[in-house]
């Protein structure tokens, strides 16, 4: 029982890890395809 | 040499009519287009309504030219509007974008609708009964063969069969798949089944969690994939016993049960599913992790091209002209179909794990499985440990030495 918890925990782990080292690497569409010039949002008055 | 004749008759009897549908659905050459100063004609519309080709050369290729070759659009720059925006579908224009990538390039991608119509169509349709219909056919098999038991009972005496890192590599590859496949058919079923019914801001919210955890939770699934093939390649090539046990189909029909080693021939199928199929969903899922960064297929059907693959089909030749877009919308395709025939390989795996056998689960829960058990199903498996727990230390066959 403690090895399927251990590769669940395993799962979430990695996961979570993944996330954050996609987030830092700017991995999404919108930070990869999109720049200064796209105006994705409008801007604050 | 009397089956070898009938063999190539049935592919004969077997190919001709497609054949003659791929014949059929051909686009008729020279059509006479001077009705309509070479636009298309009554016949084109009627035959794309019909979903059948048309010979779109008049368009693709009419995209215009410079001051010599069209002297008559010559002051206003060699091509008209409209040859312009031919030329931007057809990805024939000159453009230069700010953009940083390739799909920037492509102004009119038209590419699309054939896969949006595959995607709720048709993959929906048969991959949603694939997985029915396994189960169906796991409870019909229930329901006849009953579960797998142990015969004579248990002995009592229990034998390691998967040591803790096994049993954990196993779970982190089982939960993340299981993971992947729920958000997975969320994805793709959601705007169907949910939205109608608890509205899109429930679905919306499930399609933004479900992205989260399928794009996250798949390095689980590629990390676990690597490690239980690493673990247990060498116990899954194929080998004579493997003939045995299909000739008395693994020992669930019937009551003989053949011998096997640590994986029998019917694990071997799981495996090898599970590594190939694995992969390809990997492969596919990471070029749709990345989009536009990997593209996959218009290689991959170039080389078939080369190898003459479709022409066995009696297709067309694939497409190796793609734009990036539809690079995506294949990849996609592609991880959704081979994923449902994996999803039905591990559905019926878990029914064969838990309520089709015996015994069975013990061996992945804590990794101790019945002796009778291990006799029953993995019987040289079984000796093979014996005699080595028998057998005396490495260390002290040296020190004897």
Known sequence: ?45 | MLRHLMAVLAMILLTTPAIAQEAENAPPAGIDRSATGGAQTLEDILRRQQNQKIDDRFRSQNIGGDASTVPELGPLGGASDADLWRALRYGKADITTSTRNETGKVLVQDGGMWWLEIRRGPLVKYGGWLLLGTIAVLAVFYLLRGRVRVEGGMSGRTITRFRFIERMAHWLLAGSFILLGLTGLLSLLGRMFIAPYLGREVNATLLQASKFIHNNVAWAFMIGLVAVFLMWIWHNIPNRLDLVWFRHAGGIIGNTHPPAKKFNAGQKIVFWSVVLLGGSISLSGLSLLFPFELPLFAKTFAILNDLGLPGWFGADPLPVQMSPQEEMQYAQLWHAIVAFGLMAVIIAHIYIGTLGMEGAFDAMKDGEVDEAWAHQHHSIWLEEEKARAKAPPKSARTAAE
Do not use: H, K, T
């Not at chain 1, 890890?17 to 010039?37: H, K, M, R, T």
């Open chain 1, 1 to 45: 029982m403690n090895a399927i918890l251990a590769g669940l925990v395993a799962m979430i782990g990695i996961g979570i890890g993944a996330w954050l080292i996609l987030d830092e690497a700017g991995f999404s569409s919108q930070e990869v395809y999109s720049g200064p010039n796209v105006r994705l949002e409008q801007p604050a008055d």
